[in-house]
């Protein structure tokens, strides 16, 4: 058995999601995606989604100090033993720290830090056209990676919906603000020494495929 233990770093709408569930499929790993998370808490009007969508709503993003301490919880779970992939975590340099110090203390160590980039167009196209499944999270896109079934999902039938944050002008902010506040982590696990770039750009399969191989030999 390998255990891999995975950042997936990248703007949004790049394929994160849809190359993260492929991924945990591959390597038996589970998918820890605090993105994800806050929409369940939403779902489910916890005080914390309550908190989350103010900022999620706007593009902007949720404050570190409710983000830090769920993923340490998350991380301590049985399940991660054998590795994990984390999406959309961290997305600050404050975060990064944070989740360094957690692994210290665990005393384990990230493989790879996988960034996926596109270009700001490409990004806007994916984001707006993507659809979720209400019950189970499945990304998919009404051009690029449509459902079987029109709105529904391959996985088990639920019915597709469009993210609230999925409209181009928050698409545009949270762009920007992936610029200003995430793009600084790809120097930041450069000089660790363990970030992998990938062309996002490329269809679903090929990006896979690179991820794969590229981990081949992690
Ligand atoms: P992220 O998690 O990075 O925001 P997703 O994985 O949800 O991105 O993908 C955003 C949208 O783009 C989805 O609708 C998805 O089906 C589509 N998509 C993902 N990867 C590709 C790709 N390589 N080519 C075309 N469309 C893609
Ligand atoms: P995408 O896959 O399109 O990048 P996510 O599902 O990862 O989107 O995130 C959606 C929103 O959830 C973000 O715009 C932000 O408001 C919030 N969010 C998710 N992860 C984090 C995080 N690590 N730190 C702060 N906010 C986050």
Redesign the pocket.
């Known amino acids: 058995m390998i255990i891999v233990r995975l950042i997936l770093l990248g703007?949004?709408?790049v394929g994160?999601?849809t190359q993260a569930s492929a991924i945990v499929k591959e390597y038996n790993i589970p998918h820890i995606?605090?993105?994800?998370i806050?929409?369940s808490n939403i779902k489910e009007g916890t005080e914390l989604g309550k908190k989350?969508k103010e900022?999620?709503d706007k593009?902007?993003?949720?404050p570190?100090e409710l983000?830090v301490s769920i993923v340490q919880d998350r991380l301590t779970k049985e399940d991660c033993v054998q590795g994990f992939l984390l999406?959309?975590?961290?997305?600050?340099i404050n975060?990064a720290e944070a989740l360094d110090k957690e692994l210290t203390k665990m005393g384990i160590k990230l493989d790879k830090v996988v960034n996926i980039d596109a270009d700001k167009e490409i990004l806007i196209e994916r984001?707006i056209g993507r659809r979720i499944c209400k019950t189970c999270g499945s990304s998919y896109h009404i051009k690029f990676n449509p459902p079987k079934v029109e709105n529904l999902c391959d996985i088990d039938n639920g019915e597709l919906f469009q993210r609230d944050?999925d409209i181009e002008e928050t698409v545009a902010t949270?762009i920007e603000?992936y610029l200003n506040q995430t793009q600084p982590l790809i120097d930041y696990y450069k000089e660790k020494g363990i970030i992998l770039n990938v062309d996002g750009t490329r269809p679903i399969d090929e990006v896979f495929e690179t991820i794969v191989k590229a981990l081949g030999d992690k």
């Open positions: 703007p949004p709408g994160k999601g995606s605090t993105g994800d806050f929409r989350a900022y999620m593009g902007l993003l949720v570190d983000v999406d959309g975590f961290p997305r600050t975060q984001a944050d949270r603000v």
